[in-house]
């Protein structure tokens, strides 16, 4: 079950990429991140509803509000914010690419703050890693706008590949004692909404957020990416940890980036070169093998 919820998340979040990716270049990535966490929770409230009987969970604790709040301020508010511009400067299929140092924070965490191991085959799958996504940064050629937009579109897309892997090592501790991952999601979201909301408010640009959300061609975009992405995408990767090991869980989710080859390929018509296509191979190699050795 867990290996089936991890390689749904992969698929949702290969193709809810896509649809961030088209909103964010029409709304900008901050708008596009406010409403799909909006829509999101609407989705997950109603599938609470449904099968609990219950809009919100009632077993929720400060505990639970601590771990998974801070977890969804983390991943959603911060990280996928950084996420979403990577997308615009990058594309989908590199900003995917980027969240393969994800693994490699969570590995680096998990050695300093929880004390777990990290062995000669850890710190060789590391390098494989970072060698297959060498691979596929240094082998595009832009001109020097280009480049530094470029350039910006990594750091983005590593920072939010670091806030992944902050917000799974916090989601993990909040999923203790089979608490449900259904429920986990919506504390996590609920939270980061309220969060990422706060900023346009002070700012006195409520307004202009709803304008954009009247866009009817961007509307079907923002609610396919906000049902692939935090709807089923993340219920689906709360399972997956807390259904089968995590090593296994991050491996299958780390397939989007060989997904989104052929993706970007007939949506965005992007030329993809052999090297590129080498290099995310080896750099999914190198992510399985962090965690399966």
Known sequence: MG?????GTAISWSFGSIFFTISSRSIGHMNTNRWRLILGLILLLLAHLILSGQIFPDNVTGFHVFWFGLSGIIGFAIGDTLLFKSFVLIGPRLGMLMLSFAPIFGTIIAWLFLHEILDLTNILAIIITLAGVSWVILGRKNNEHQQNQYFTGVICGIGGAFCQALGLVLSKKGLENNFSALSGNI?????????????????GKISSSFKDIKNKKIAPALLGGAFLGPFSGVWLSLIAVQHTYIGIASTLMALPPIFLIPLSHWVFKEKISLGAILGTI????????IFLL
Do not use: Q
């Open 187 to 203: 504390i996590r979201i609920f939270v980061a909404t309220i969060v990422i909301w706060i900023f346009p408010l002070f700012r």
């Open 3 to 7: 290996e089936l919820a991890a390689l």
């Open 282 to 289: 080896v750099t999914v190699v190198g992510v399985a093998l």
